[in-house]
Protein backbone atom coordinates (compact mmCIF):
# COMPACT_ATOMS: atom_id res chain seq x y z
CA UNK A 1 0.00 0.00 0.00
CA UNK A 2 3.04 2.38 0.63
CA UNK A 3 3.48 4.47 3.28
CA UNK A 4 1.02 7.22 4.82
CA UNK A 5 3.12 9.85 2.75
CA UNK A 6 2.43 7.81 -0.44
CA UNK A 7 -1.12 7.39 0.19
CA UNK A 8 -2.02 11.32 1.02
CA UNK A 9 -0.45 12.21 -2.12
CA UNK A 10 -2.52 9.76 -3.67
CA UNK A 11 -5.90 10.83 -2.10
CA UNK A 12 -4.73 13.88 -2.93
CA UNK A 13 -4.70 13.32 -6.36
CA UNK A 14 -7.63 11.54 -6.83
CA UNK A 15 -9.28 14.17 -4.79
CA UNK A 16 -8.06 16.53 -7.18
CA UNK A 17 -9.40 14.85 -9.95
CA UNK A 18 -12.60 13.98 -8.53
CA UNK A 19 -13.02 18.07 -8.32
CA UNK A 20 -11.84 18.60 -11.58
CA UNK A 21 -14.56 15.60 -13.33
CA UNK A 22 -17.37 17.30 -10.96
CA UNK A 23 -16.50 20.48 -12.05
CA UNK A 24 -16.80 20.00 -15.93
CA UNK A 25 -19.50 17.97 -15.60
CA UNK A 26 -21.66 20.50 -14.34
CA UNK A 27 -20.57 23.07 -16.34
CA UNK A 28 -21.24 20.74 -19.41
CA UNK A 29 -24.50 19.74 -17.86
CA UNK A 30 -25.46 23.77 -17.29
CA UNK A 31 -24.10 24.54 -20.65
CA UNK A 32 -27.09 21.74 -22.65
CA UNK A 33 -29.57 23.66 -20.50
CA UNK A 34 -29.00 26.44 -21.27
CA UNK A 35 -28.52 26.23 -24.59
CA UNK A 36 -31.29 24.48 -24.90
CA UNK A 37 -33.85 26.70 -23.57
CA UNK A 38 -32.37 29.93 -25.73
CA UNK A 39 -34.53 28.99 -28.67
CA UNK A 40 -37.54 27.68 -26.97
CA UNK A 41 -37.98 30.89 -25.00
CA UNK A 42 -37.48 33.06 -27.97
CA UNK A 43 -40.08 30.82 -30.01
CA UNK A 44 -42.76 29.65 -27.32
CA UNK A 45 -45.51 29.31 -30.15
CA UNK A 46 -43.01 26.84 -32.21
CA UNK A 47 -42.38 24.99 -28.70
CA UNK A 48 -45.67 24.70 -28.02
CA UNK A 49 -46.37 23.10 -31.49
CA UNK A 50 -43.60 19.95 -30.89
CA UNK A 51 -45.04 19.47 -27.21
CA UNK A 52 -48.37 19.19 -29.40
CA UNK A 53 -47.20 17.06 -31.67
CA UNK A 54 -45.39 14.54 -28.86
CA UNK A 55 -48.97 13.39 -28.35
CA UNK A 56 -48.14 12.82 -24.60
CA UNK A 57 -49.65 15.92 -22.30
CA UNK A 58 -53.38 16.71 -22.42
CA UNK A 59 -54.29 20.38 -24.87
CA UNK A 60 -54.75 22.40 -21.11
CA UNK A 61 -51.06 21.96 -20.16
CA UNK A 62 -49.38 22.47 -23.61
CA UNK A 63 -49.07 25.78 -23.39
CA UNK A 64 -48.47 26.29 -19.92
CA UNK A 65 -45.72 23.51 -20.83
CA UNK A 66 -44.10 25.37 -23.73
CA UNK A 67 -43.62 28.72 -21.32
CA UNK A 68 -42.33 26.90 -17.86
CA UNK A 69 -40.12 24.01 -19.27
CA UNK A 70 -37.47 26.56 -21.21
CA UNK A 71 -37.53 28.88 -18.14
CA UNK A 72 -36.84 25.69 -15.66
CA UNK A 73 -33.97 24.66 -18.08
CA UNK A 74 -32.67 28.38 -17.97
CA UNK A 75 -32.47 28.09 -14.01
CA UNK A 76 -31.30 24.62 -13.99
CA UNK A 77 -28.72 25.50 -16.08
CA UNK A 78 -27.37 28.88 -14.07
CA UNK A 79 -27.47 26.77 -10.62
CA UNK A 80 -25.38 24.24 -12.25
CA UNK A 81 -22.69 26.58 -13.88
CA UNK A 82 -23.17 28.54 -10.18
CA UNK A 83 -23.09 25.30 -8.14
CA UNK A 84 -26.35 27.09 -6.18
CA UNK A 85 -29.06 24.52 -4.42
CA UNK A 86 -26.83 21.38 -5.80
CA UNK A 87 -28.81 18.81 -4.46
CA UNK A 88 -32.07 20.19 -5.70
CA UNK A 89 -30.71 20.91 -9.23
CA UNK A 90 -29.12 17.55 -9.88
CA UNK A 91 -32.14 15.47 -8.24
CA UNK A 92 -34.43 18.06 -11.03
CA UNK A 93 -31.77 17.24 -13.89
CA UNK A 94 -32.54 13.54 -13.52
CA UNK A 95 -36.36 13.89 -13.76
CA UNK A 96 -36.29 15.56 -16.23
CA UNK A 97 -33.47 14.06 -18.59
CA UNK A 98 -35.51 10.70 -17.57
CA UNK A 99 -38.85 12.20 -18.93
CA UNK A 100 -37.58 13.61 -21.91
CA UNK A 101 -35.77 10.21 -22.90
CA UNK A 102 -39.18 8.45 -22.42
CA UNK A 103 -40.89 10.74 -24.07
CA UNK A 104 -38.39 10.62 -27.09
CA UNK A 105 -37.88 6.66 -26.52
CA UNK A 106 -42.31 6.22 -26.63
CA UNK A 107 -42.27 8.74 -30.15
CA UNK A 108 -40.05 6.51 -31.59
CA UNK A 109 -41.59 3.23 -30.87
CA UNK A 110 -44.83 5.04 -32.06
CA UNK A 111 -43.12 5.78 -35.67
CA UNK A 112 -44.10 9.03 -35.20
CA UNK A 113 -41.90 11.69 -37.19
CA UNK A 114 -41.82 14.65 -35.04
CA UNK A 115 -39.37 17.50 -34.33
CA UNK A 116 -37.50 16.89 -31.44
CA UNK A 117 -37.64 20.07 -30.15
CA UNK A 118 -34.24 19.26 -27.94
CA UNK A 119 -32.70 22.54 -28.73
CA UNK A 120 -34.17 24.41 -31.73
CA UNK A 121 -37.93 24.98 -32.41
CA UNK A 122 -36.77 24.98 -36.33
CA UNK A 123 -37.80 21.88 -38.39
CA UNK A 124 -35.11 19.37 -38.95
CA UNK A 125 -34.37 17.64 -35.72
CA UNK A 126 -36.49 14.42 -35.85
CA UNK A 127 -36.26 12.14 -33.11
CA UNK A 128 -34.06 9.38 -33.77
CA UNK A 129 -31.36 7.23 -32.44
CA UNK A 130 -28.91 9.44 -31.75
CA UNK A 131 -30.88 11.88 -29.95
CA UNK A 132 -31.56 9.34 -27.37
CA UNK A 133 -27.59 8.38 -27.23
CA UNK A 134 -26.79 12.05 -26.44
CA UNK A 135 -30.03 12.56 -23.70
CA UNK A 136 -28.11 9.39 -22.49
CA UNK A 137 -24.94 11.13 -22.00
CA UNK A 138 -26.52 14.01 -20.65
CA UNK A 139 -28.67 11.87 -18.03
CA UNK A 140 -24.74 9.93 -17.48
CA UNK A 141 -23.44 13.52 -17.03
CA UNK A 142 -26.11 14.18 -14.31
CA UNK A 143 -26.43 11.00 -12.23
CA UNK A 144 -22.47 11.41 -11.70
CA UNK A 145 -23.63 14.77 -10.20
CA UNK A 146 -25.92 13.31 -8.38
CA UNK A 147 -23.58 10.75 -6.85
CA UNK A 148 -21.09 13.15 -6.24
CA UNK A 149 -23.73 15.40 -4.78
CA UNK A 150 -24.78 12.66 -2.39
CA UNK A 151 -21.80 10.85 -2.13
CA UNK A 152 -20.80 10.80 1.98
CA UNK A 153 -17.33 9.61 2.97
CA UNK A 154 -17.37 9.11 7.08
CA UNK A 155 -20.99 10.36 7.32
CA UNK A 156 -20.61 13.83 5.68
CA UNK A 157 -21.99 14.72 2.54
CA UNK A 158 -19.14 16.00 0.25
CA UNK A 159 -18.70 19.91 0.55
CA UNK A 160 -15.29 19.76 -0.12
CA UNK A 161 -16.22 19.91 -4.06
CA UNK A 162 -18.27 22.82 -3.86
Not at 121 to 131: A, R, V
Request: proline content about 3%; aromatic content about 12%.
Amino acid sequence: MGTPKVRAKMDKKRNNLSRFLYYVARWILGGVFIYASYDKILHPAAFSKIIYSYQILPDGLINLTALVLPMLELIMGIFLWVGFWMPGTVMLSNILLVSYMGALILNLARGLDINCGCFSTSSGSSINIETILWDSAFLALSVYLTVAVFRSGNGRVLKQIQ
